[in-house]
């Protein structure tokens, strides 16, 4: 069994500042996947970044990167120089080696401050 | 490319009542997965279909369930309808649920809307 758990429900941001997001997980298998969604208003859940537990480098794509701690299990996301149109819910999720089941954490909203 | 569609977008109905949700995934991709979204459960995973077949399961009622047509193409079904199944729909397409053969991505529809009255 997966579990996916995210501390914070809300946070806030002022535009062109950096914030990060926690996400802490809990799988048995050894080799496994995470994940940052990103779900705006339109509902549609948008790939943020992805990290393949067996690679120790960090991974980062343009402004968004992830701090991936294996042996404690934390997988935060951290945005930096945020625009208005971050705001959105995110979600941290896990997969497995086998099938394409995704566990959700309960996400976190982020409010991008003019 | 067209993305994942699914179809309708909103759906209003009644207590007791049955539907029937649709999802076209990218072409070229042969996994769906179907995932429940609530205010209070949050994204739950109902099923996923691979080559016409359903190879995984959440924890969810016998009035949950799908299929897969030869197109990959899938449809979720929900009988004897409950207030508490209003949610969002999401359906997610792969293209091949082994991450050994190198697709990790789930790439997600813009999901139905169903208010169960």
């Known amino acids: 069994a997966q579990t996916v758990t995210q501390s914070q429900p809300e946070m806030s941001v002022q535009e062109a500042e950096t914030v990060t997001l926690s996400c802490t997980y809990d799988?048995?298998?050894?080799?496994?996947?995470l994940f940052w969604y990103k779900q705006p208003p339109s509902r549609q859940m948008i790939l943020v970044i992805r990290?393949?537990?067996?690679?120790?480098q960090n991974a980062t794509e343009n402004r968004f990167s992830v701090n991936f701690q294996k042996a404690a299990k934390s997988f935060s996301l951290k945005i930096s120089d945020s625009q208005l149109g971050d705001a959105a819910m995110y979600f941290c999720?896990?997969?497995?080696?086998?099938?394409?089941?995704?566990?959700f954490g309960e996400g976190t909203q982020l409010t991008v401050n003019p | 490319k067209a993305g994942v569609t699914q179809t309708p977008r909103y759906l209003i109905k009644t207590r007791g009542q049955q539907v029937t949700l649709s999802c076209s995934p990218i072409?070229?991709?042969?996994?769906v997965s179907w995932y429940q979204q609530t205010p209070g459960q949050g994204l739950q995973f109902l099923f996923e279909?691979?080559?016409?077949?359903?190879?995984n399961k959440g924890n969810f009622p016998g009035r949950f369930s799908g299929r897969q047509f030869s197109n990959s193409r899938s449809e979720m079904n929900v009988s004897t309808l409950e207030l508490g199944d209003s949610a969002l729909y999401l359906c997610?397409?792969?293209?091949?649920?082994?991450?050994?053969?190198?697709?990790?991505?789930?790439?997600f529809g813009q999901g139905t809307r169903l208010t169960v009255v």
């Open positions: 997610a397409s792969s293209l091949h649920p082994s991450v050994r053969a190198g697709h990790t991505e789930a790439f």
């Open positions: 072409s070229g991709h042969r996994s």
């Open positions: 279909y691979f080559s016409e077949t359903q190879r």
């Open positions: 990290q393949e537990a067996y690679k120790q």
């Open positions: 999720a896990i997969r497995g080696t086998s099938g394409s089941r995704l566990t």
């Open positions: 799988t048995s298998e050894s080799d496994y996947y």
